[in-house]
C-alpha cells in the first residue's frame, strides 16, 4: 500500500548566486498519517540539510507555513500527503520577497500593511485602571473574533491575481482588518476616515472579484462578504461625500 | 507654504470610488442594453413582422437615432473604465495567465475571459455598430441578406459567444463586487450566471438560423 | 558589521516581549523587538484556552477575588513557587485583562439567563446574572477553585498577541523579525545587548542597549515530542547560560501533558477526559483504572502522563513508525457532542491525522508541555548575575509557577509580567548611563564570526548536528522524562555529557550559505544539550517529587530538604553545571500543606 512519493521542489538560494533557481527532486517513503511538515523535515534530515522551509506552531495557528502545493497555495503543515498524488510540486508563496528555496519574508508584507490601514484601535480614551471593563455584546465580540482569526499567512495574498500584477494592492487579508475594525465599537474611526485608507485602487476598488483569497483561506473567513460589504460601504461614502462624518455602529 | 501642502495632500481622492461606480453602471447598462438588443433581434424568429414592428417602433419614436450612438458611448466609455484593470504590460499578462493556469481556479479563470472577450468585443462590436447605425433603418430584410451574405454569419458567430460570456460573468462580477452574492448563495449564482449564459447564445443561435433561413 | 543601538532590546516578540516593549516605549524610550519569526507567529499565538484573571464577573466565578487565585497559584505550585511574585501577579491580572479589552482583545462576554455546562460528562445549568452583561466572561480550568480563565473562543493566544502587536505597532516599538540573538554582550558584570544573525541573509549584526530582555518562550523542543512550537527551542536560555555568570532556575521542572496527537505532537484538549473520553491500549484495554482506580483519567496531568509512561514500558503501546502511543477514545460521547463541545479537537483530528474521532481512536502520548524553568529573576525580573539584565514570559523563573504551572496561568503571566517587569525596566533605563566597551562588543561579534567559520570550514569535527539532536533526544526522554530515577537520570547525565563534547565537533555538510537552516541548528545545538544537562543533572540531584518532577525513588514531597529552588550555572569549559539552592521564598502568605489533590507523602519542614 505505502507508495513512494516524488517531491518537486523549487530551490534558489539568493545568497548563493552561483547556483540558478531549479526544480529539485526528493523520493521518500510514505508513513501512516503524513503531513507536509514530516516529509519536509524528513528530507531535510536525510537528504539535503540545507534545504529552506518554514513551520512554528506546525498546528496550522500561527500562519508561518503557507506554500504552493500543486499549484495551490495552502498551509503544507496541515496538508496530508495522504489526500496528494504521488507527485507533490512545493513552490514558494509569489507576491513576498523570496528568502530561499520555500520560505518567503512575510513579515516584512505584513508590516507594510498594519501601517497602511493603521491595524490598531484608534480611541481618545485613556485606559482606567480602576474602572471597570466597557461592556460589550458577545454575539458582537464573537463576530470580531470571526474577522480576527486571520493567522496572516499570505495564502490569499499569493492567490490574487490583482495583489500580483499590482504589488501595491491591500489584499482581502488588509481589507479584512480594515473590516475588522469598521466591527469594533471601540475604534473611534469614521467612514470617511476608513475611506481615506481604503477607497482606492491600492483597496477595495482595486479588488475585481476574483475570489482566489475566498477559496484558498486555510481558515475559512468570510472574506467575500466582507470585500462586498466594504465596497458598499465605502462607495457608498463617496456619494455621501464630506457629509457622513459620523461613524454609524450597529 | 508646509501648510498649504499639507492642505492639498489633506482630501481623499474619490475618483476611484466614481470610477467604480460608472464601471459598474455602464456595465449594468450595456447589460440591460443587450437583453434588450436580443428582444429586437430575436423577435425575427417569430418572422419578419414582428422585428420590423419593433424596428420601426424605435425608429419612429427616435430611439434608434439617438439610443444607438448613446450606446456606443457607453460602450466606448465602459471599456475606458475597464480598461484600467486590464494589464496591457505582456510581462503582467504572463503573470496573471500562469497564475490562473497554475491556481486551477474557475473565478480567476473567468475574470481572464471577461479580458479577453473584451478585446473582441471591442473591435467587432465597434464594427458591428458602425455599419448597423449607417444603414438605418433597421429590417429584418436588410439584417437577413447580410447574413445570407457568409461573411457576416462567421463574424456574428464569433461576436455572440464572445458578448454572451462576457455578459454572463460581468452579471455575476458585479453580483460579487458589491456584495449581492454571498458565500452562501455563490454556488446557485454561479449556476444560474452559466444557465443565463448558455441560454442567450442558443437564443442568438436559433435567431441567426432563422436570419439564413429568412426569405424576403 | 551592522549596529544598531535603542534604549531596551526584547529578545522575542512574544506576549512578554512585546508587553514589555509597549511599556518602555509609551515611556518615550527607543525599543527593538527580536524574533525568529513575524512576531504574530510567536507561540503565544497557538495557546487556545485562556489567561487566568480573578474578575469573578460569570456565575461560576462569583466571590471570585486575587485571595482565591493566590491560593490555587501556590497549591499549584505544589510551593515551589516564590509567594511575592504569585501576589504581585494575582493582583495585578484582573487590571491586565481589562487593559487588553481596552486594547481590542474581543474577550467573550457574559450573556445573561440560563444555560447548560459539561463536568464529568454530566449536565448541569447555570444562571448568569442580568447585572454582568457585558463584562469579561471566564471557563473552566484544572487546578482552580472559581471559573477564573477568560477566553476568546479557541483563540485567545491568537487575539492577545494581535491585539499585542497591534499596540507595538501604534507605540512605534520597532520589530526585526528573522534573525535570532546567538550570543549576549557583556563584560561579566553588565550586560550591552547581543550578537544577532540574519535568518534573511545569514549575516551578523550588533545590538546594542541599555537595557536587554530575555522573553524568548520555553524550550521544550529539546525534547523530540513536544507541544511546543519548533522554534521553541532554548536559544534565549542558552545565550544567558553561555555568560558562565546568569544562572537558570529550576531547569528539572518540566511538564507533560497526557495527551499530544501522534505525530506531530499537537495539544488536544483535556476537555475530552473530562467529558468521559477513556485512554486504550494496544489491545484497545481501558487501563487507567487499573494504576488509579478511583480517578482513571482524571487524576492530575502529571499522574495519568506518568501511568501512561509505565503502561507503554510494560510493552502495551501500540506501534507506529513515529515511536509508541495510546489511544484516546472519544467514539461513546456521541458524534453531536463531539462536534459541538470538542470542535476544535474534531478539527485537530480530521486535519492532521486524516481521522474521524466520532468513529475513530485518536493515537496520544505523553507531551512535553511546558518549561517553569528559565532564566532565573528577582520579582523586578531582573536577572541574577548581569546588570542590565531582564527576563519575563516562559524563558524566565520569575518564579510563580514553582514547581508546575496551572493551564491558563502562563498567558496571563506574560502579559502580568510584561506590565510589573517593563515598569521596572523604565526606572532602569532612567537611572542609566550609555557605557559601552567597543573592545567587549568586537570581541563578542568575533568570536560568533569564528564559530560560523568553523563549523562552514569544519575545522573541529564533521558530526552532523542533526545526529547529535537526535541523541539528545533518546537520552533526555529515557532520563529525564515524567518518571525520573537515580540509575536512569545518571545514564542520561552521563550521555549527555559525552553529546555535549560530540556537540563541539559539529561541522556542516552543506555549504552554509546564507540564511542555512543546518547552521541555524549547528549554532545552538550545544547549547541545547547544555540546557538538557541542566533539567537532567537538576533532577538528579532532587532527590524529593515536587509538581511535575517524579522521582521513583523519592516519592515523598520533602518540605525539610528541598523547599527551594535549584539554579544552575555553566562555567566556561565545565561539563556540567553549577548548582546551587535559594529558598523557594522569602515570604510565606500560605504555609506549606496538603495541595488537596494528587495524593503522594509530605515530609514537613
Ligand atoms: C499548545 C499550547 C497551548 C497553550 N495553551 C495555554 C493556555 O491555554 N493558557 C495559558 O495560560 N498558557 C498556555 N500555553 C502556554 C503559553 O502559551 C506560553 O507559555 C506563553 O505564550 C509564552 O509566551 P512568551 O511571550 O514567553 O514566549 P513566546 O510567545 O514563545 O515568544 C517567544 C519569542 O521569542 C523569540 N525568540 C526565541 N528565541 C529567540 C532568539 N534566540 N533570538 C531572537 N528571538 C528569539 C521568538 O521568535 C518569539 O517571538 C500553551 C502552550 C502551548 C504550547
Ligand atoms: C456589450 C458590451 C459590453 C457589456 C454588456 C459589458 C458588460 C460588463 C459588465 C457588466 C462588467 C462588470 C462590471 C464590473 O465589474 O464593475 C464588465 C466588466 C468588464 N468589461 Fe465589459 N462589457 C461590454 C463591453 C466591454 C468592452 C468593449 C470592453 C473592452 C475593453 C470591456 C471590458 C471589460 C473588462 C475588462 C471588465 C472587467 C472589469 C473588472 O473586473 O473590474 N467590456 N463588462
Ligand atoms: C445601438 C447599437 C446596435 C444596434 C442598432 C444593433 C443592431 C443589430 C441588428 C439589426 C442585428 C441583426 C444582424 C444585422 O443586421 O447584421 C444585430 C445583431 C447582433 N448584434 Fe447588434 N446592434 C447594436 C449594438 C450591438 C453591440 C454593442 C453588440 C455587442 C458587442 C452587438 C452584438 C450583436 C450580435 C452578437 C448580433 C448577432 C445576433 C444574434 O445572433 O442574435 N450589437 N444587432
Ligand atoms: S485571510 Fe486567510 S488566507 Fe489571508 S492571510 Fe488571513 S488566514 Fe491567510
Ligand atoms: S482574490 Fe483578489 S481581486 Fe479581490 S476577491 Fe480576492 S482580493
Ligand atoms: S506551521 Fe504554523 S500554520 Fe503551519
Known amino acids: 500500500m505505502s507508495r513512494i512519493l516524488t517531491f518537486n521542489i523549487f530551490r534558489y538560494n539568493p545568497q548563493d548566486p552561483g547556483t540558478p533557481p531549479r526544480m529539485d527532486r526528493f523520493m521518500l517513503d510514505e508513513t501512516d498519517r503524513m503531513t507536509l511538515f514530516i516529509a519536509l523535515n524528513r528530507i531535510r534530515e536525510e537528504q539535503d540539510p540545507s534545504l529552506m522551509f518554514d513551520f512554528c506552531c506546525r498546528a496550522g495557528i500561527c500562519g508561518a507555513c503557507g506554500m504552493v502545493i500543486n499549484g495551490r497555495p495552502g498551509l503544507a503543515c496541515h496538508t496530508k500527503t495522504k489526500d496528494l498524488p504521488e507527485t507533490i510540486t512545493l513552490m514558494p508563496l509569489p507576491a513576498f520577497k523570496l528568502v530561499g528555496d520555500l520560505s518567503v519574508d512575510t513579515g516584512t508584507w505584513f508590516r507594510e500593511m498594519y501601517q497602511k490601514v493603521e491595524s490598531w484601535v484608534h480611541t481618545s480614551k485613556e485606559f482606567d485602571p480602576t474602572a471597570l471593563e466597557e461592556r460589550m455584546d458577545n454575539g458582537l465580540a464573537e463576530e470580531i473574533y470571526e474577522l480576527e482569526r486571520c493567522i496572516e499567512c499570505g495564502c490569499c495574498v499569493a492567490a490574487c491575481g490583482t495583489a500580483l500584477i499590482r504589488p501595491d494592492f491591500l489584499g482581502a487579508v488588509g481589507l479584512n482588518r480594515i473590516a475588522r475594525f469598521i466591527l469594533d465599537p471601540r475604534d473611534e474611526r469614521t467612514d470617511t476616515e476608513y475611506f481615506e485608507i481604503v477607497g482606492n485602487d491600492q483597496g477595495i476598488f482595486g479588488c475585481m472579484g476574483l475570489l482566489g483569497c475566498e477559496d484558498v483561506c486555510p481558515k475559512g473567513l468570510p472574506l467575500q462578504d466582507q470585500l462586498g460589504m466594504l465596497r458598499r460601504k465605502m462607495a457608498f461614502t463617496a456619494l455621501k461625500g464630506l457629509v457622513g462624518k459620523h461613524k454609524h455602529k450597529h | ?216 | ?605
Not at chain 3, 506590565?419 to 548611563?433: A, F, M, P, Q, T
Not at chain 3, 565545565?574 to 500560605?590: D, G, H, N, Q, R
Request: charged share 20%.
Open chain 2, 1 to 216: 507654504m508646509s501648510l498649504s501642502l499639507a492642505t492639498q495632500a489633506r482630501p481623499v481622492g474619490r475618483s476611484s470610488a466614481w470610477l467604480d461606480w460608472l464601471q459598474m453602471l455602464t456595465g449594468a447598462c450595456l447589460i440591460l442594453f443587450m437583453w434588450s438588443h436580443m428582444i429586437l433581434v430575436s423577435s425575427v424568429i417569430f418572422g419578419a413582422g414582428a422585428m420590423n414592428a419593433l424596428a420601426e417602433f424605435f425608429e419612429s419614436t427616435g430611439m434608434a437615432q439617438v439610443g444607438g450612438p448613446l450606446i456606443g458611448l457607453v460602450f466606448l466609455f465602459h471599456f475606458v473604465l475597464a480598461a484600467r484593470k486590464v494589464p496591457f504590460r505582456s510581462e503582467q499578462q504572463t503573470v496573471m495567465a500562469a497564475h490562473a493556469r497554475r491556481l486551477r481556479h474557475t473565478d480567476t479563470w473567468l475574470w481572464v475571459v471577461q479580458a479577453a472577450t473584451a478585446m473582441v468585443i471591442l473591435i467587432m462590436g465597434a464594427i458591428h455598430m458602425w455599419v448597423v447605425l449607417t444603414d438605418l433603418p433597421i429590417t429584418a430584410a436588410k439584417s437577413a441578406a447580410r447574413i445570407q451574405g457568409g461573411w457576416w454569419m462567421i463574424f456574428y458567430l464569433v461576436l455572440l459567444p464572445m458578448v454572451e460570456l462576457h455578459v454572463g460573468i460581468g452579471y455575476y462580477r458585479i453580483g460579487v463586487k458589491w456584495g449581492f452574492i454571498r458565500r452562501d448563495n455563490r454556488k446557485n449564482a454561479k449556476k444560474f450566471e452559466n444557465i443565463l449564459t448558455v441560454f442567450f447564445i442558443v437564443i442568438g443561435l436559433i435567431t441567426l438560423i432563422r436570419f439564413l433561413t429568412l426569405t424576403v
Open chain 3, 1 to 605: 558589521m551592522q549596529t544598531i543601538y535603542s534604549d531596551l532590546l526584547c529578545i522575542g516578540a512574544g506576549l512578554a516581549g512585546e508587553r514589555v516593549a509597549i511599556e518602555a516605549a509609551s515611556a518615550g524610550f527607543d525599543a527593538v523587538c527580536l524574533s525568529i519569526v513575524p512576531a504574530r507567529r510567536s507561540h503565544s499565538s497557538a495557546a487556545q484556552g485562556g489567561m487566568q484573571a480573578a474578575l469573578g464577573n460569570c456565575a461560576m466565578g462569583e466571590g471570585d477575588c486575587p485571595d482565591v487565585h493566590f491560593a490555587d497559584t501556590v497549591k499549584g505550585s505544589d510551593w515551589g513557587c516564590d509567594q511575592e511574585v504569585a501576589r504581585l501577579f494575582v493582583d495585578t491580572a484582573p487590571i491586565v485583562m481589562r487593559e487588553l479589552a481596552a486594547w481590542g482583545v474581543p474577550w467573550n462576554r457574559v450573556v445573561p439567563g440560563e444555560s447548560r455546562y459539561f463536568k464529568g460528562g454530566k449536565e448541569f445549568t447555570k444562571v448568569e446574572k442580568a447585572e454582568k452583561e457585558g463584562l469579561i466572561t471566564a471557563r473552566a480550568f484544572g487546578g482552580t477553585a472559581k471559573w477564573r480563565t477568560c477566553y476568546t473562543s479557541d483563540g485567545t493566544g491568537h487575539t492577545v498577541l494581535y491585539t499585542m502587536d497591534n499596540r507595538a505597532a501604534q507605540l512605534g516599538v520597532v520589530v526585526h523579525d528573522r534573525v535570532e540573538a546567538i550570543s549576549l554582550i557583556h563584560d561579566g558584570t553588565r550586560c550591552m545587548g547581543a550578537v544577532v544573525r540574519c535568518l534573511k541573509t545569514g549575516d551578523l549584526r550588533v545590538y546594542i542597549a541599555k537595557a536587554t530582555l530575555i522573553a524568548s518562550g520555553g524550550f521544550g523542543r529539546i525534547y523530540r515530542e513536544s507541544t511546543n512550537a519548533v522554534i521553541n527551542d532554548g536559544g534565549g536560555h542558552v545565550i544567558a547560560l553561555d555568560t558562565g555568570v546568569v544562572p537558570l532556575g529550576n531547569m528539572e521542572a518540566v511538564q507533560f501533558h497526557p495527551t499530544g496527537i501522534v505525530p506531530t505532537d499537537i495539544l488536544v484538549t483535556e476537555g475530552c477526559r473530562g467529558d468521559g473520553g477513556t485512554l486504550l491500549d494496544v489491545n484497545e484495554n481501558r487501563f487507567m483504572p487499573e494504576y488509579e482506580p478511583e480517578k482513571a483519567e482524571l487524576a492530575s496531568r502529571d499522574v495519568v502522563s506518568r501511568w501512561m509512561t509505565v503502561h507503554m514500558q510494560k510493552g502495551f503501546g501500540v506501534k507506529s513508525p513515529y515511536g509508541d502511543h495510546l489511544w484516546l477514545d472519544i467514539r461513546h460521547l456521541g458524534i453531536d457532542h463531539i462536534r459541538t463541545k470538542l470542535r476544535e479537537v474534531d478539527e485537530i483530528c480530521k486535519s492532521f491525522l486524516g481521522i474521524d474521532p466520532a468513529y475513530q481512536l485518536i493515537p496520544v502520548r505523553p507531551t512535553q508541555h511546558y518549561s517553569m524553568g528559565g532564566v532565573r529573576t528577582n520579582k523586578d525580573g531582573a536577572a541574577y548575575g548581569l546588570a542590565g539584565l531582564f527576563s519575563a514570559g516562559e524563558s524566565a523563573c520569575w518564579d510563580m509557577h514553582g514547581f508546575n504551572r496551572l493551564g491558563g496561568n502562563s498567558l496571563a503571566e506574560t502579559v502580568v509580567a510584561g506590565n510589573i517587569i517593563g515598569k521596572k525596566v523604565v526606572d532602569y533605563l532612567r537611572g542609566c548611563e550609555a557605557i559601552f566597551n567597543s573592545k567587549v562588543v568586537d570581541e563578542a561579534a568575533a568570536r560568533q564570526a569564528a564559530r560560523i567559520t568553523a563549523l562552514r570550514d569544519r575545522t573541529n569535527g564533521s558530526e552532523s548536528a542533526y545526529a547529535v539532536r537526535e541523541a539528545m533526544f533518546d537520552a533526555i526522554m529515557k532520563g529525564a522524562g515524567i518518571f525520573r530515577n537515580e540509575k536512569d537520570l545518571s545514564e542520561c547525565v552521563e550521555t549527555l555529557q559525552a553529546l555535549h563534547e560530540r556537540a563541539g565537533r559539529v561541522g556542516l555538510k552543506s555549504n552554509g550559505l546564507g540564511p542555512n537552516p543546518e547552521m541555524t541548528l549547528a549554532l545552538k545545538i550545544q547549547g541545547m544539550v547544555k540546557l538538557a544537562l541542566c533539567v537532567a543533572y537538576g533532577a538528579l540531584k532532587r532527590t524529593e517529587s515536587r509538581g511535575s518532577h517524579t522521582r521513583e525513588d523519592f516519592p515523598e514531597r520533602n518540605d525539610r530538604d528541598w523547599l527551594n529552588r535549584t539554579l544552575a550555572t555553566w562555567p566556561e569549559g565545565a561539563s556540567l553545571p553549577e548548582l546551587s539552592y535559594e529558598p523557594a521564598t522569602k515570604v510565606f502568605e500560605i504555609p506549606p500543606g496538603d495541595r488537596g489533590y494528587g495524593g503522594g507523602k509530605i515530609i514537613s519542614a
